[in-house]
């Protein structure tokens, strides 16, 4: 054991170790103090993030740029031969432009249905470290946000909103291991849960099992009491997979989210729902595909040299 | 010297802290990036007698669970952390051979940074965490190691030149 192997270390160890027993029984109990000093952490921790997100943002665009270098190789080639000043302007510009795309699709989605949101920018990603998925949004309780909105992005559900603070609010995403969401089939209104998985993928448990669920089948969410923490009709998913294993006591399917929870950047918060259901209104409608122009050859004889 | 001591180690893992939480986490890295601060404490517990990786350990675990995307009960970091610090620092404590050794310290803080991830998985079963799936579990635990791998060794010697000027001691690694 060497050296540090005495009583004395041992006892400091011990006191350590109950210390840490003791917080954890106190969380579980749900004793408010703990709960506090967490709130008062993010509060300081949350203008630390606004600094580090606009320090860090050319950086993060970069970064983004060699991860998909595949994918921009020919942009990266044209923008080599402009100089330093318009590269950061046109990085800057590109990061605003898709910001304002995915605040268009949000205000659309929401116009359609009639939500009604406040619209907030990510300003950090939780760390993975405790395997949850999470975003903090730069709008809290002093904008109105209040704790188990939901969260729409553009494309559809994002999460709901965990914990808010006075100027930021912590956001559950969808693809988080304990998130949980009601759905129904649009169309055959069928209903079933939801439950992340990590990833942008999901699985889908039905409640019925002789009920039909197929490959591309659009998943809606069915909201909740009071409409919190889920309003009605927000697009969830897209089936991808069914498991129709004969033994099973309820039917599953492979679902994949709408919204790219890797580049999340705008979301909004829905604040207040509409009177009224908007039902299958915001299923978003299929890409229609491209037609693929036929070629067609008439091969004509050359004429036959005769002598 | 106690004084100096903990007041310098308290602002240093603080400083740390606030680079995960509000430079490192702006990242969207690929297979679940890395923890700058997770790397950093384990250094220091290397770099430390057990008592004071102990230490070290407790104040990471707290600051670990005031983090916003602690998903676990408060305290749950705590513990692990206290046993990893403590386990990392007792293992290396006295091994002059290994205190000097470069790449050793690495592999130490890679099964260490793996370790403590494992264990957070194992006590957060117990505690009723979810964790998602097997498959992004693993994603993840591969993609946390090899990013400890290539960060280990470009942050070490700025970690340890840290420990030293906060503990007077001189470490060549």
Redesign the interface.
């Known amino acids: ?5 005495d009583n ?2 041992r006892l ?2 011990i006191i ?2 109950v ?10 109990r749900g004793i408010a103090v ?1 709960g506090g ?2 709130h008062g ?2 509060s300081v ?1 949350s203008s ?2 606004r ?3 606009f ?3 050319p ?2 665009n970069f ?2 740029d060699v ?1 998909q270098l595949g994918r921009t190789r020919n942009q990266l080639e044209q923008l080599r031969f402009e100089n330093s000043t318009l590269k950061n302007r046109l990085i800057n510009r590109e990061s605003a432009d898709s910001e304002l795309l995915q605040l268009k699709s949000i205000l659309n989605l929401a116009g359609t249905a009639g939500y009604k949101i406040i619209s907030a920018k990510v300003i ?9 998925q ?1 975003i ?1 949004i730069d709008a809290g309780s002093n904008s109105g946000i209040k704790r188990n909105q939901t969260v729409i992005s553009d494309a559809g559900i994002a999460g709901v909103v965990k ?1 808010v603070y006075s100027d930021s609010a ?1 956001v559950l995403l969808a693809s ?3 998130f949980r969401i009601g759905v129904r089939i649009a169309g055959s209104q069928q209903i079933g849960i939801l439950s ?4 942008r993928r999901a699985i889908l448990q039905l409640l019925d099992n002789q009920t039909d669920v197929a490959i591309g089948d659009v998943l809606l969410a069915r909201g909740s009491a009071a409409n919190r923490p889920f309003v009605p009709g927000v697009p969830v998913g897209l089936v991808t997979s069914v498991d129709n294993s004969p033994g099973a006591i309820a039917q599953s399917a492979g679902v994949t989210f709408y919204a790219n929870f ?2 999340l950047s705008v979301v909004a918060v829905v604040v207040g729902a509409p009177a009224t259901d908007p039902r299958d209104s915001l299923v978003p409608q299929k890409p229609e595909p491209t037609p693929i122009p036929t070629v067609t050859i008439y091969v004509t004889p050359t004429p036959s040299v005769t002598k | 010297m106690l004084t100096r001591q903990v007041s310098l180690s308290a602002l240093i893992f603080i400083f740390f802290y ?1 680079i ?11 297979a ?2 890395f ?1 700058i601060f ?1 790397i950093f404490t384990l250094v220091w517990a290397v770099l430390s ?3 004071i990786g ?2 070290s ?2 104040a990471a ?1 707290f600051l ?13 970091w ?2 692990i952390m ?2 990893a610090c ?1 386990a990392i ?2 293992l290396n ?2 091994n002059e051979k290994l205190r000097g050794n470069f790449i050793e310290i690495v592999f130490f803080i890679v099964v260490g940074v793996l370790a403590t ?1 494992l264990c ?2 194992i006590t ?1 079963a117990l ?1 009723g ?5 097997i498959d ?2 693993i994603l ?1 635990l591969i ?2 190691s090899i990013w400890t791998l290539v960060i280990t060794p470009l942050s070490m010697p700025v970690f340890a030149r840290l420990h030293g000027f906060v503990f007077n001691t001189r470490m060549h690694i």
């Open positions: 054991m060497r050296d540090g192997g004395r270390s400091v160890v350590l170790i210390s840490a027993l003791l917080f954890i029984t106190l969380d579980l703990i000093i967490r952490a993010q921790t630390f993030q600094a580090g997100s320090v860090v943002t950086f993060k970064f983004t991860t950090s990603q939780g760390s993975s470290q405790s395997f949850s999470t903090t914990e912590l988080d291991p304990a992340g998985q990590g990833n890797s580049a | 606030l995960q939480e509000s430079v490192v986490t702006q990242f969207h890295l690929p679940g990036g923890s997770l007698t057990p008592v102990a230490l350990g407790f675990g670990m669970d005031l983090s916003q995307s602690s998903s676990g009960p408060f305290g749950q705590i513990l206290i046993l403590y620092s007792l404590y006295g991830e957070f998985l957060g505690l965490v979810a964790t998602g799936s992004q579990i993840t993609g946390i």
